[in-house]
């Protein structure tokens, strides 16, 4: 499919457009990035996605499609020549879908936390949240992989997807709270999944660099403490 067929509407920052750009990239889709500013956000944008005004969109044929999960089941359900990115069994494709759940749910307002974290005490509080929250991940995975390297098997999948868009994500907490997220002791087949995961090609030229990150979140604070 030609890229002006496909555009998505997002901001290399966001892990859930990232979400997205990786679906693109299992299917091997063309399409076209529209970087979107969100400090002041485009009529493109406000178009597309009129109740949320959110990004990621992906806009196909000129019909856009919102919310970065429900985009990822649009993808593979329309482009059904490249690799399967949810599960064939009805069962494993509703257990993926409540993990994905999970992760939006309890993990991903831990994440923003960040934004208004200030101090010591507060840094440590997002840490020690987050790992907790990926107690029950460690178990899924298990599950999930049944042995094999992934959440979706020998490939990335859906959950894979879920949860690696947060990735970089926790590097920053681990950073910033001088404490591990991703501890070896508690979560060690995670700690595997997550070394594993920025490896693979669709993934890896789409990552955002952990130190990249840092630096905009250490800009951020001094923005929000001058004004």
């Not at 390297?149 to 959950?159: D, K, Q, V």
């Amino acid at each position: 499919m030609a890229a002006e067929d496909v555009k998505l509407i997002g901001y290399f920052q966001s892990p859930f457009v990232l979400r997205v750009r990786i679906a693109l990239n299992i299917k091997s889709i063309n399409y076209e990035f529209i970087e979107e500013n969100m400090m002041s956000k485009s009529e493109l944008l406000l178009k597309s996605n009129p109740i949320h005004q959110k990004i990621p969109v992906l806009i196909h044929g000129e019909k856009p499609i919102c919310e970065s999960l429900i985009i990822i089941q649009y993808i593979d359900d329309v482009w059904t020549t490249g690799p399967s990115i949810l599960p064939s069994d009805p069962h494993d494709r509703a257990i993926a879908r409540f993990w994905a759940a999970y992760i939006d749910d309890k993990l991903v307002p831990v994440l923003a936390e960040l934004r208004t974290a200030r101090g010591d005490d507060a840094t440590t509080s997002i840490a020690k949240k987050m790992s907790e929250g990926l107690f029950p991940l460690e178990d899924a995975y298990v599950k999930c992989g049944k042995g094999k390297t992934f959440f979706g098997g020998e490939s990335i999948g859906y959950l894979d997807i879920a949860l690696g868009c947060i990735l970089a994500g926790l590097k920053v907490i681990e950073r910033i709270a001088n404490m591990k997220v991703l501890d070896e002791t508690k979560v060690p087949n995670l700690v595997k999944w997550a070394d594993k995961f920025p490896q693979d090609p669709s993934v890896k030229v789409v990552m955002p660099n952990d130190e990249k990150l840092i630096q905009l979140y250490k800009m951020f604070i001094a923005n929000e403490q001058v004004e």
